[in-house]
């Protein structure tokens, strides 16, 4: 989703330079995230947790608080600060993605674009699959509506529930195709 300025900046005369579009893309999929996390709730996925990385760029920087405002309540948003390593190099992901975690902190899925837009099932089903199966094969069970079965074969929730599979990738992080 692109905000267009209606106005036109004058650099010099007779020469017009249209307003640069300002950049909230990430502001209308970080809205989705209340309507998915209370989906997900109704269904009895409990201690689901969602984090908002925002981009360390001084256009994203200049949005956090519209981000923020956008984002429903109880998704904190996290702004990188403009001399930090950037989150999304130490994590290897680009903006937009989405990065799942099981409750050992291990990544279980990592979705890039285009599958990681919300009106797709990618992200509501890694998630599901990461909380119904025992990806990481730990014994840790801190939800007793959780499978505790140590022997489900990885993907075969995805694999039943999307016409696409999914392989590792070579930092072992399972991606949607491209």
């Given at each position: 989703m692109m905000v267009i300025k209606s106005t036109?900046?004058?650099?010099?005369?007779?020469?017009?330079?249209?307003?640069?579009p300002l950049n909230s893309s990430c502001i209308?999929?970080?809205?989705?995230?209340?309507?998915l996390r209370d989906k997900l709730a109704r269904g009895n996925l409990t201690d689901v947790a969602f984090l908002i990385v925002n981009e360390q760029d001084a256009e994203s920087r200049a949005m956090y608080w519209a981000l923020k405002r956008r984002t429903s309540k109880g998704i904190p948003v996290y702004q990188q600060g403009p001399l930090q390593t950037n989150v999304w190099d130490t994590l290897q992901g680009n903006k937009d993605d989405f990065l799942v975690y099981d409750r050992?902190?291990?990544l279980t899925f990592h979705i890039v674009l285009p599958f990681s837009y919300l009106h797709y099932?990618?992200?509501?089903?890694?998630?599901?699959?990461t909380y119904f199966q025992n990806i990481c094969n730990c014994t840790l069970d801190s939800n007793?509506?959780?499978l505790?079965?140590?022997?489900?074969?990885?993907?075969?929730?995805?694999?039943?529930?999307?016409?696409?599979t999914e392989s590792p990738n070579a930092n072992n992080?399972?991606?949607?195709?491209?």
């Open positions: 036109e900046n004058t650099f010099a005369p007779n020469v017009r330079i249209p307003a640069r209308g999929p970080a809205a989705k995230l209340g309507v050992c902190g291990r099932p990618y992200v509501e089903a890694a998630i599901r699959a007793s509506t959780r505790t079965s140590s022997n489900v074969t990885r993907g075969t929730y995805l694999e039943q529930n999307m016409t696409t992080h399972r991606t949607t195709p491209v």
